[in-house]
């Protein structure tokens, strides 16, 4: 099985814009990968469980405000703070499937339009986390998201922000990305995954270094 090798868990990535699908296909996918007997956890950022996450949790949900840099500096200290625990898992052999990481963290701050907190600034902050082996990108237009059921009222779920963030998202991305037509339905965009993360996870069984923020 992939999970024999020398090596460590593979670090897989989901990003997108709200409601593109992140969360079924990181379900899917967690599923599908203990079928095969990989070892692997299913890890969402931010992580609102932790005392920096309840603050990102109270300012999502518009109980709390803060300016753009404080909140941006919350996110990444939401995913710094986990820095550890995801190295361990990781060296262990377990594979983490991640709904959203860094990639959010700077499309979504990038889209704002600050000046001092562009996507320049806000790469210079992830360093130091431990990159993904694959990112998949679940491309979608926000009118199409917007239309799925409706945004729940949270700080950012409005279509014309939410096409700021698709642009920042194409900026980002690099030919290393998987980028997917998020209008499938969701068990055929499972299938156009599966490769691209099996590949991932047996590279890094047979020991394929695992690569930092931002190689
Ligand atoms: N978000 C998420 C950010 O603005 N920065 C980040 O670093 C991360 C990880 O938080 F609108 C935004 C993206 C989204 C909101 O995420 C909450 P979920 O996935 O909808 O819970
Ligand atoms: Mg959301």
Redesign the pocket.
């Known amino acids: 099985s992939a999970t024999a090798g020398p090596g460590r868990g593979a670090l897989i990535v989901f990003e997108g814009i709200?409601r593109c699908g992140?969360?079924t296909q990181c379900s899917l996918l967690l599923e599908s990968l203990r079928k095969q007997g990989v070892r692997a956890e299913l890890w969402?950022?931010?992580d609102?469980t932790t005392l920096i996450g309840g603050l990102?949790n109270e300012y999502?949900q518009k109980q709390a405000s803060l300016n753009d840099a404080a909140v941006?500096m919350l996110?990444?200290a939401?995913?710094h703070e986990k820095r550890e625990e995801m190295l361990r898992l990781l060296a262990g052999g377990t594979t983490l499937v991640l709904?959203?990481?860094?990639y959010?963290?700077v499309a979504?701050?990038a889209a704002k339009a600050v000046p001092h907190l562009g996507a320049g600034f806000c790469r210079s902050v992830e360093a130091g986390l431990p990159a993904a082996d694959l990112v998949v990108y679940l491309d979608l237009d926000p009118e199409q998201s917007a239309a799925r059921g409706g945004f729940g009222g949270?700080?950012?779920?409005k279509v014309e922000f939410q096409k700021k963030v698709r642009s920042q998202y194409a900026a980002l991305a690099d030919e290393r990305w998987l980028r997917l037509d998020a209008s499938q339905p969701a068990e055929q965009l499972h299938g156009q995954l599966a490769a691209a993360v099996r590949r991932v996870v047996e590279r890094a069984a047979a020991g394929e270094p695992l690569g930092q923020l931002w190689d």
């Open positions: 709200d992140k969360s969402r950022f931010p609102r990102i999502l941006h996110f990444v939401n995913r709904d959203r990481y860094s959010s963290g979504y701050t949270e700080r950012y779920e």
